[in-house]
């Protein structure tokens, strides 16, 4: 089993930063792919980025795209997902996913094996 804590969630002003963490324990060694995804109140969870095994490949929805930067350092089992330039919308429960056993469609909820539990990101006006 892979177990995923996320922590850095928080109350920020728009226009702040955040920088988000997810640590990955158990069987970390099957793990390729990993990814976030949000869900705000009364919405769908939804894609926010995506970064392969290695790290050499990084994935974005567009509303991501310029203001957040995912990376990871294997050798720690952590992932990161640095946001900046925070807007209201942004508001939502960020939950870090894992992909154990592909096929990696990142920005697919379903291609995700383990997720954690999610830390809030509140962004106010």
């Known amino acids: 089993q892979v177990q995923l804590v996320e922590s850095g969630g928080g109350l920020v002003q728009a226009g702040g930063s955040l920088r988000l963490s997810c640590a990955a324990s158990?069987?970390?060694?099957?793990?390729?792919?990993m990814g976030w995804f949000r869900q705000a109140p009364g919405k769908e969870r939804e894609f926010v980025s995506g970064?392969?095994?290695?790290?050499?490949?990084?994935y974005y929805a567009d509303s991501a795209k310029g203001r957040f930067t995912i990376s990871r350092v294997n050798a720690k089992n952590t992932m990161y997902l640095q946001m900046n330039s925070l807007k209201p919308e942004d508001t939502a429960v960020y939950y870090c996913?894992?992909?154990?056993?592909?096929?990696?469609?990142?920005?697919?909820?379903?291609?995700?094996?383990?997720w954690g539990q999610g830390t809030q990101v509140t962004v106010s006006s």
């Open positions: 996913a894992a992909i154990e056993w592909g096929p990696p469609h990142y920005s697919d909820y379903r291609a995700y094996d383990h």
């Open positions: 158990g069987r970390t060694a099957t793990v390729f792919g």
């Open positions: 970064i392969s095994s290695r790290g050499d490949n990084t």
